[in-house]
């Protein structure tokens, strides 16, 4: 760097330790093009080591030490993201602009009193160098630690041991003035089988409402394809054997129980124990309109009798549909964020398929399949649906007061967030 005051000759400041940094106003903003992170009214304290060598003869040199002050300073970096082929966001820093408003320096050490008598060349030039080492660094520091945020997004999440969630970024982030919007599979997979679901997601609306920080769209695809690969992993099943069945409840699992209700049945296996077997011969369905939502679940219920050599021996199969209600909401656990959901009963359909103790009324075994589906089927459902779905979001990053919206289908999340940057370690 050139000096007037000083002559030509090459400086530099080594050993530079910032302190008392204060950002007054800082914001990031979204535009067409990408985001603006700007700052303003920065200001800070520092001091460094100084050392200058002439450039012509005879080369004189000297150093030191320098107290550094900075005050009204802004600073405005432009960034794009962007998406790689494996679906992870990117980020990458397109400009910066810095503009240092005082700069005040005090020279120690060497001839620091003549220095200072010029420091305000000195600042000048001073000045002009940091706006670039200033700049650099800050777009390196964002494209680092921007990009190893975003990597910390899970492109895939591990569910539990028969299935996973794809999260991949389908295209680049869509700008716009007031907000970004960025598309995501969403789809379970089975680990074990993956495949594509054999339907496609529904188109989601649009945005209408910018209260909140951010909006999240859950279409009911995602819950639909998490229920092809549980039914056809053969999970969405459960045998209910004699012991499994409380002492109070009227209805036994022996055809004693059912003497009066199915008297053909008790006829040919009198005094038998008996084992239900109850299976979903569909995957799940989940429809959610305005206001509400539902599960429909499509199975059968066969009813074996254990005959004297304990050999299973089929009595009758019959056909459920049964209905549930949904409730959803939003929660932390831990670090994460989970959308969760509670089934409840409201009603289901029932037909006789097959029968080997000749044809009867299904209207007849209405308390006893009731019992079932409130006490196994239920159950099955709940576990998977208040275990939830982890959202994947930013390490630090919590919701704050969300709200769910039930939409035609779709679930829509409104929150506000809070981000506190994690310690690094090491």
Known sequence: ASVPVAGSLDYDLTNIHLANLNIASSAIKSGTSGLSVQASDISLNGNANWHYREHSWPHISDSGSVDLSVSSVSLAVSVIIGNDTQGHATLKTTGCSLNIGNLDVKFHGGASWLYNLFDSSIESSIKSSLQGQVCTAASQSINDEGNKALESLPVIVKVDDTSEVNYALLTSPIFNTNYIETQHKGEFFSIAHPVEAPFSAPPLPAIASYDKMMYLWLTDYIANTAGVVYQQAGILQVAVTPDMVPSSFPLQLNTASFKLILPNLYKKFPN???????????????????NSANFTITGTLTVNVIDSNKKKVNAFVIGLIIYTDVRIWVHPNGTQQVVSGNCTLLRFDMSLISTNIGKFSVSSLQTGVNFVVNGFVIPILNRYAEAGLVIPI???????????????????????INYKPTKRRG
């Open 394 to 416: 930013v390490n630090g990053l919590s919701f704050v007061s969300p709200e769910v919206k039930l939409g035609q289908g779709y679930i829509m999340i409104s929150t506000d």
């Open 272 to 290: 038998m124990d008996m084992e239900l077997f109850l299976n979903a011969t569909k995957p799940p369905v989940l429809q959610v309109v305005p």
